[in-house]
């Protein structure tokens, strides 16, 4: 009889060890199976809050061009209620306007609401002594500006031209032709990021904590509690004046127009007994409105009502006009007339006005004559021209977006001119807002 013999154990042990090899990579392919699954399913989360933050971005938009049609005082900055102009939810995902204050103090939370590009000086009209007076802006900068933008190819003091520019490592030339967008600014030769950003490297007009850390991370800055934006927070190109060709425009011009335009408008504005007692240009020529404002006898009051459909013919500043009601201490610094020594009394009076001042007349009072008409050729009380600077995200505080609109109002219907998505600008909503939307990233409605 054969009695079966058990397996010698060294057998069985390595049978052991192979199912314990076996099981372990079947572990292994489960868990890189599942890692690779959730990324996927991260990935497909981050896909879809991105899309929602898209679809705020949109609606954003439309609730700025509603508020844009329908205002009541054309040419004035809307006011966004405080919900509206902060946090606004759009279903599961949130938008911000990003907007700007008037000085830049040490302000770690965004200011929102809609900005004025009218505000800032036009790189195609602003003189190189008014380009100078920006901050960290330098002469040659401004002079190769003046190059960049001219017709010819003679070399301005201190200034670039192709001649330059084709001895680059990747030459090419100069424009020599009006800037399209202020993104042009990096092509100007002498362009550095200290000069077009400062310390607000993400451009939101607040100051972040990497731009007050002195040189631990990017970008350098001098720690002192204060942003120090750059060049590109002061400029803009579309503030060329109103669009002829857009519906709508009615723009009388008190140097070339028959006088019998403005009579018209009088008339119908005033009465014809008061129309009768104010002055017309009667051939005169005027240099700014708010000359003819000086001559025709109006009260504030009244000049406001017509300032928005009056303009002058003068080549020289053709558009590019700003606007005294909210252009900042260091643009109005640039202008000649108000300067250094007056900004500041500028921007102190004009808080004591009504708000949603719509009127130029109003600097009389606080320049003196010769200043006055030093000024009054680049100044303006009303804008059509509007930037919209929109971030959002989607659920969960995820899928970051921010896109930026010129919206023109010249014409009968607000129109987009100009969209830039900045993915790469960095996180525009302030540190608290990035903690906040972490501690409630399960639900942020019920907090909101």
């Known amino acids: 009889m054969n009695i079966p013999h058990p397996a010698p154990r060294q057998n069985r042990g390595s049978v052991l060890i192979i199912v314990l090899w076996v099981t372990l990579g079947l572990v292994t392919i489960a868990l890189l199976f599942g890692h690779s699954m959730m990324l996927s399913f991260r990935a497909a989360e981050h896909r879809a809050a991105g899309w929602q933050a898209e679809q705020a971005i949109e609606a954003g938009l439309r609730y700025a061009i ?19 102009a902060g946090m606004v939810p759009v279903g599961e995902a949130f938008f911000w306007y990003i907007g700007r204050t008037n000085t830049f103090l040490s302000a770690f939370l965004p200011t929102f609401g809609i ?35 001219d017709e010819d190819d003679e070399l301005t003091e201190n200034g670039a031209e192709s001649a330059t520019y084709l001895q680059m490592d990747s030459p090419y030339e100069a424009k020599n032709a009006p800037f399209d967008s202020i993104d042009e600014l990096h092509l100007v030769y002498g362009a550095q990021p200290q000069f ?73 504005t005033f009465g014809q007994a008061r129309a009768q007692e104010l002055n017309a ?10 000359e003819y404002f000086n001559f025709s006898g109006m009260t504030e009051e009244e000049f406001a009502q017509i300032e928005g459909q009056i303009t002058v013919s003068n080549e020289e500043i053709e558009g590019g ?3 005294v009601n909210t252009a900042s201490e260091a643009v109005l610094a640039c202008i000649p007339g108000i300067g250094i ?50 971030a959002a995200v989607g659920r969960g505080g995820k899928g970051y977006r921010r896109t930026q609109f010129v ?34 990233k399960q639900n942020p409605l019920r907090s909101f």
């Open 66 to 84: 509603y508020k844009l049609k329908n205002l009541e005082d054309r040419g004035s900055i809307p006011v966004l209620a405080p919900h509206q």
């Open 341 to 390: 020594e007056n900004a500041a009394t500028v921007v102190a009076q004009r808080q004591s006005n009504e708000p949603g001042t719509a009127t130029v007349t109003w600097i009389s009072n606080i320049l003196d004559e010769d200043a006055v008409e030093d000024a009054s050729p680049y100044l303006s009380g009303t804008t059509s021209h509007y930037l919209i600077d929109i």
């Open 281 to 290: 240009p009667g051939g005169q020529t005027y240099e700014s409105i708010l």
């Open 407 to 440: 919206i023109a109002t010249d014409g009968e219907e607000p129109r987009i001119i100009a969209r830039k998505h900045l993915p790469r600008s960095g996180w525009a909503l302030g540190e608290p807002t990035r903690l906040w939307l972490a501690e409630n």
């Open 115 to 149: 900005q004025d590009e009218a505000a800032k000086l036009n790189l195609n009209t602003a003189t190189q002594e008014m380009l100078e007076g920006l901050p960290n802006m330098t002469p040659q900068f401004a002079a190769s500006i003046v190059d960049w933008r």
């Open 321 to 323: 006009l700003i606007n």
């Open 196 to 268: 077009l950003y400062g310390e607000d490297i993400n451009r939101n007009g607040i100051l972040d904590p990497n731009e007050n850390d002195g040189d631990l991370t990017y970008p350098p800055d001098n720690k002192d509690g204060r942003l120090e934006p750059g060049i590109l927070e002061y400029v803009t190109v579309y503030t060329s004046g109103p669009d002829p060709e857009a519906e709508g425009t009615q723009m009388i011009d008190l140097n070339n127009d028959d006088d019998d335009q403005l009579s018209t408008l009088l008339e119908e």
